[in-house]
């Protein structure tokens, strides 16, 4: 009897230390499937073979039917001045027998111009020959965007503090648009005298529904939106880079004013990215973006904000400051513009009423606070010395008076 009771506790306890194992992750591997690190080394080696340059390297991991098109895309992205390419398995799964699918976060930074890397999502699907695994396809995770270089062929111009990539643009457009950026660039920074790179990377594809598939959007969405930014917000200095990404048709009908002042707004998303929060409300990092961009210009008001300025004069101007659902493209575009311009004239009155120093020094306040609810009270407060109820009687009555035809402030 004890014999065959230490028998069954000696199978007790393999049967405990086995499910232990299998908890702990150290349950043999799947034959039909590939470790992650070995996907992992696989994918190294191929991120290692790009930024050497190595064509036949690169092409080594992957399936001979990828071949073409990938030499296609090596190509392409030799036109790129690339300091990093890498890949982050996170998840490998079973296909079938011999196969796999696996999900990884491709990141790769511009030299010269990211202090992080522009990431995006991948799935790759592999197989296995002869004790080997190669990569098969490759494609955006679902929801993830299109990269530039994989709409065509990519023209590069670099400008003194700009670097513009496009597809389908001759290269004529490109310099002009590297030369509207390298003048953006300082404005920025006398608007905003904090840290930040001074130099941006400038995409242009092809037609707006090509900036559709970059931004991972239907196209309807910024059919007349003439530039967006991408970009992570309090990310800190290593966070994922920021891309501005030109719509070529609605960009191209602007004259050289709108032009300017387009570049300069979305530079200023740039360099206020680190400082700009999920405790930031949409007036304020638009407005802020907007004031930077009028800054010193001499526009009038009416002339900046005619949408405003028709509805102060009609007895219908706003009674607080917009929210942030006010701003969302594809809606209705004479009140998206209202929401736009109310922004910019609250920054503006900071900046008049208070000075530049605060309201540069409101903008990082908000920012830094920890959550949505409150922040705004409490810069005012702190760095203003006023409150919301204060502010916002001071912004009504500053619509009024500025809506007239008075210059800009600063």
């Known amino acids: 009897m004890a014999g065959q009771g230490s028998g069954a506790a000696r199978g007790a306890l393999v049967c405990l230390l086995t499910g232990l194992l299998a908890l702990a992750g150290c349950a043999a591997p799947d034959p039909g499937r590939p470790p992650a690190a070995e996907v992992q080394r696989l994918l190294d080696r191929h991120a ?58 491709l990141g790769y930074r511009i030299k010269g111009y990211d202090s992080g890397p522009a990431t995006t999502r991948r799935v790759l699907e592999l197989a296995e020959r002869n004790g080997r695994w190669y990569v098969t396809g490759d494609r955006a995770a679902a929801g993830a965007p299109q990269q530039l270089w994989q709409q065509g062929e990519v023209t590069a111009v670099t400008g003194s503090r700009s670097l513009v990539l496009g597809v389908g643009q001759r290269r004529e457009r490109l310099k002009e648009i590297a030369d509207a950026a390298d003048r953006a ?55 994922p880079a920021d ?53 010193g210009t001499g526009r009038t008001a009416v002339q900046a904000a005619p949408e405003l300025a028709r509805a102060v004069r009609a007895g219908a101007g706003p009674v607080a400051l917009p929210d942030d659902k006010e701003f969302a493209f594809g809606g209705d575009a004479e009140a998206m513009a209202r929401a736009y311009e109310s922004g910019w004239l609250a920054c503006a009155l900071i900046a008049d009423r208070w000075g530049e120093a605060k309201l540069t020094a409101f903008y990082r306040a908000v920012g830094a606070h920890p959550a949505r609810a409150g922040a705004v009270e409490k810069a005012l407060a702190d760095v203003l010395g006023t409150t919301p109820e204060e502010f916002t009687a001071r912004w009504r009555a500053y619509l009024a008076d500025r809506l007239g035809q008075g210059p800009l402030p600063g």
């Not at 559709?212 to 910024?222: C, D, F, H, R, V």
């Not at 891309?243 to 032009?259: K, M, Q, S």
């Open 48 to 105: 290692e073979a790009l930024l050497d340059r190595d064509e036949a390297a690169y092409l080594a991991d992957l399936d001979p039917a990828l071949a073409p098109a990938a030499r296609t895309e090596f190509g392409r992205l030799a036109k790129i001045p690339l300091g990093g390419w890498t890949y982050r398995v996170t998840d490998v799964d079973p296909a079938g027998p011999g196969r796999a699918t696996a999900e990884a976060e």
């Open 185 to 239: 660039v300082p404005a920025v920074g006398d608007a905003w005298p904090s840290p930040w790179a001074g130099r941006i990377v400038v995409l242009v594809p092809a037609s707006v529904e090509a900036m559709g598939q970059l931004l991972g959007a239907p196209a309807a969405s910024y059919r007349g939106i003439a530039a967006v930014t991408t970009g992570e917000v309090g990310g800190g200095p290593k966070a």
């Open 243 to 295: 891309r501005v990404i030109v719509n070529p048709e609605a960009y191209g009908v602007l004259g050289a004013f709108g032009r300017g002042f387009v570049l300069t707004h979305e530079t200023t998303h740039v360099a206020t990215r680190t400082q700009t929060t999920e405790a930031t409300p949409l007036w304020l990092s638009e407005g802020f973006a907007d004031w930077a961009a009028y800054r």
